[in-house]
């Protein structure tokens, strides 16, 4: 039964979480000014962001084969893009779905199996979040002075340093006691932990490890630009500081992950990103559902495209 109830939760709190953050993006800017926004973009910047979008798809797509082929599996290119198109639509309807389905796509028609494909998902995501971290690390090193001008004026320094020092020392009580502990949280912490080290650890030993680390790197640098050209859609919203387009990347990023595909959470995080920089709360939101709208525009029609043509594509098997 308690598991049933999770399960709903997990389904239903992301598409509450959705809808009321809709409702408070749309009770910010009218209707009428949004379609508004929508209807004086430039659209030449917003189909160049879509290509480099579509850009990183391709090479997330073409890296999946460089961890599929020492497991003694040769993909075809065609279905590990569509399998990947898929995951982008079905984590629309239930999140992480995709994952699940993505691997059971190289089963059903690669015959990979299933423990196996899915474990290379898993190995991929670590080196996302790498370059994730990456990116976060750089984005406070290039904005160190505004985000410590901010954090001094929203909080008293030595509040702040105090703060810090706790949440350091409870950081090393924490690492610790969860290395002492035998309990199962402890063990699942300590394994997920382990396996974050030997996956990353994993793509060094691989053969094309660095074909690899080229478009992982390749991938994220087209996430940002995707959504640096599409800000020069959107009439107001320029200039922006490019600190700022990195702020709201990270942003609208972790968006993702709060909402299913992020409706309504990512326009937002765009919002509470730029609001930081002093930029206009209008045009930050219509930039926000614009990008948003246009990206899942193309997950939903070629991911709708991938599903009806992978049979049809694998017809002799």
Do not use: C
Request: glycine share 8%; aromatic share 18%.
């Amino acid at each position: 039964m308690n598991t049933s109830i999770g399960k709903i939760l997990k389904i239903t709190l992301p598409i509450l979480l959705g809808i009321f953050l809709v409702w408070f993006s749309l009770s910010k800017i009218s209707i009428p000014e949004l379609l508004n926004y929508f209807k004086t973009a430039n659209y030449w910047w917003i189909l160049l962001g879509l290509f480099l979008g579509f850009l990183s798809h391709l090479s997330r797509a073409y890296r999946w084969l460089f961890m599929l082929e020492p497991l003694g599996y040769k993909v075809k290119f065609g279905n590990s893009l569509m399998a990947v198109f898929a995951t982008y639509l079905i984590n629309y309807t239930i999140p992480r779905a995709g994952e699940v389905a993505r691997a059971s796509i190289l089963t059903n028609y690669e015959g990979v199996p299933f423990e196996k494909g899915f474990g290379t998902i898993i190995a991929e995501r670590i080196a996302d979040l790498l370059v994730m971290l990456i990116i976060i690390a750089i984005t406070l090193f290039l904005q160190f002075d505004f985000i410590y001008g901010f954090l001094t004026e929203k909080f008293n320094p030595i509040k702040l340093l105090v703060g810090l020092l706790i949440f350091a020392i409870l950081t090393i009580v924490f690492v610790l006691v969860i290395k002492r502990s035998s309990s199962k949280m402890a063990l699942k912490i300590k394994t997920f932990i382990n396996g974050l080290i030997e996956g990353a650890l994993s793509i060094f030993k691989m053969k094309k490890k660095w074909a690899f680390i080229f478009h992982t790197f390749f991938i994220w640098i087209m996430y940002v630009l995707m959504f640096y050209v599409t800000s020069f859609a959107i009439d107001g919203l320029q200039p922006i500081f490019f600190g700022a387009i990195l702020i709201g990347f990270i942003a609208a990023s972790f968006s993702i992950a709060a909402t299913n595909g992020g409706i309504g959470s990512y326009p937002v995080a765009v919002y509470g990103a730029f609001s930081l920089f002093g930029i206009a709360e209008a045009p930050s939101f219509a930039f926000g559902w614009i990008m948003w709208s246009s990206q899942t525009l193309m997950i939903i029609l070629l991911g709708g495209i991938s599903l009806l043509w992978l049979p049809i594509y694998n017809r002799k098997k």
